[in-house]
């Protein structure tokens, strides 16, 4: 059997506004969910399990592989939300794009403060 990777709680300080951004971020259909998650689901049957567990939220990084045009649509929806966004994880360079390993990349901060990376080709 291979190794894949099938599913990961996002903690969100609101679960259903929270994945109604990711989906309308990568332009995915509602997925079903059920009990305490809200489900937003990736190629490959991957699930970004949104919950609001009573703790305090922790800063989490995500990172999304997508394809050069949907990187473009991606960087529209986030300047469209006025989001700021910046090419570094340092958070130094605001409102730029990084060309970093062979593609392109930036980050920003989702709506529960977790740091989101979108990238157009892999590290390794």
């Known amino acids: 059997m291979t190794v894949t990777f099938n599913h990961t709680i996002v903690v969100s300080k609101d679960r259903n506004a929270s994945a109604a951004f990711y989906r309308e971020l990568f332009e ?4 079903a969910s059920w009990g305490p998650f809200t489900n937003v689901q990736l190629d490959e049957g991957v699930l970004l399990q949104f919950a609001e567990p009573p703790v305090d939220i922790q800063i989490q ?4 592989l997508v394809d050069d045009e949907l990187f473009v649509r991606c960087l529209r929806f986030i300047e469209g939300r006025g989001i700021t966004y910046w090419a570094d994880p340092k958070l130094e360079r605001e409102g730029e794009t990084n060309t970093e390993h062979g593609g392109r990349g930036f980050y920003f901060m989702d709506p529960s ?3 989101i990376e979108i990238i157009t080709r892999p590290y390794l």
């Open 113 to 115: 403060g977790h740091m």
């Open 61 to 64: 990084h995500y990172a999304f």
């Open 28 to 31: 995915l259909p509602e997925a």
